[in-house]
């Protein structure tokens, strides 16, 4: 059964970065993409950014466009989600999820397009 695990999260400084990354429990991420997502208390769960594991394609949405990267190692056992110039309205707990295989280079970003996810990690920005 697929599963993902969440780390990096944590408190950091208005202006700061961080790294998150999305394993497979130590194994490849057997899945076509996978997607960040993000949601803050009150609010609905926000796709930030995808990977396609097969092209290589990304996407971002423009919540976080131009100042964050996601990325995978050689061997497809890691996706992370890098995230600069962090403001408070960034904290949110942050998952990775992946879907149904649409086509090459498919990466998308809404919610119903994914069905397995992992449990999150907590990011907290504030001075």
């Known amino acids: 059964q697929l599963e993902f695990v969440e780390s990096g999260g944590g408190l950091v400084q208005p202006g700061g970065s961080l790294r998150l990354s999305c394993t497979g429990s130590g194994r490849p991420l057997n899945a076509p993409f996978i997607g960040w997502f993000r949601q803050a208390p009150g609010k609905e769960r926000e796709g930030i950014s995808c990977?396609?594991?097969?092209?290589?394609?990304?996407k971002y949405a423009d919540s976080v466009k131009g100042r964050s990267t996601t990325f995978t190692d050689s061997l497809k056992t890691t996706v992370y989600l890098e995230v600069n110039n962090l403001q408070p309205e960034d904290s949110a707990r942050y998952y990775c999820?992946?879907?149904?295989?649409?086509?090459?280079?498919?990466?998308?970003?809404?919610?119903?397009?994914?069905?397995?996810w992992g449990r999150g990690t907590l990011v907290t920005v504030s001075s």
């Open positions: 999820a992946t879907g149904p295989y649409g086509g090459l280079g498919y990466c998308p970003l809404a919610r119903s397009d994914y069905h397995t």
């Open positions: 990977l396609s594991l097969e092209s290589g394609d990304s």
